[in-house]
């Protein structure tokens, strides 16, 4: 999915649609990841993780059935004005000689890296500090998760389309992420505060 999804779109589409709909694809990992601590808060009393792996299982037969029956057939068609794919695991491994590659890549993996670290240390984090149950703090990660994927995405996706300044918007992005860890994870405000900073 992470690896076929984009290159669809990016064989579909151009242009501004493109970078919309590349940008609303990005949401799909984490708010996966903000769903199932969803559904995992809900059975922290209980104990029963068995549940939760059972719920899982029955959503994604569910989800692979709707798939089968809403997406559209494609015909496979040559794309637009691209080169061809590499052709040897030669020409493919020399890829990551590419200084751009391995700038494209730091600059996916850095925002991820902190994204999910802080999802995973975030809950525990919150309940210890705020004294709040456990499935309270995992229920506010992951609504503020959804929110901030939602708004983000979007947002990011219109500033793409109509930006170049891509490094400022970079940079920018940083500059909020930093400001937010501070308010998170130092005991400096109350878990409004660190929610909406979550966000």
Not at 3 to 9: M, T
Not at 11 to 40: D, H, N, V, W
Request: charged share 5%; glycine share 6%.
């Amino acid at each position: 999915i992470c690896i076929a999804s984009p290159c669809l779109v990016m064989q579909l589409l151009a242009g501004e649609k493109r970078t919309r709909a590349m940008s609303f694809l990005s949401t799909y990992p984490p708010t996966g990841y903000a769903l199932g601590l969803l559904l995992g808060a809900g059975l922290v009393a209980s104990g029963q993780w068995q549940l939760a792996l059972q719920i899982h299982a029955a959503l994604l037969v569910m989800v692979f059935l709707l798939l089968l029956a809403a997406l559209p057939a494609y015909s496979g068609a040559a794309p637009r004005a691209t080169p061809a794919p590499p052709q040897t695991w030669r020409q493919v491994l020399g890829a990551l000689r590419d200084p751009l590659v391995i700038r494209l890549g730091i600059a996916v993996a850095l925002p991820n890296a902190v994204s999910y670290c802080t999802s995973l240390a975030a809950p525990a984090h919150l309940a210890n500090t705020y004294n709040v149950s456990l499935a309270m703090s995992a229920t506010a990660v992951a609504i503020a998760k959804i929110i901030a994927l939602i708004i983000g995405s979007v947002a990011m996706g219109y500033l793409l389309a109509r930006s170049k300044r891509t490094t400022a918007l970079f940079a920018t992005m940083v500059a909020v992420g930093l400001t937010a860890q501070a308010l998170i994870f130092l005991p400096i405000a109350g878990i409004a505060t660190a929610t909406a900073a979550l966000i």
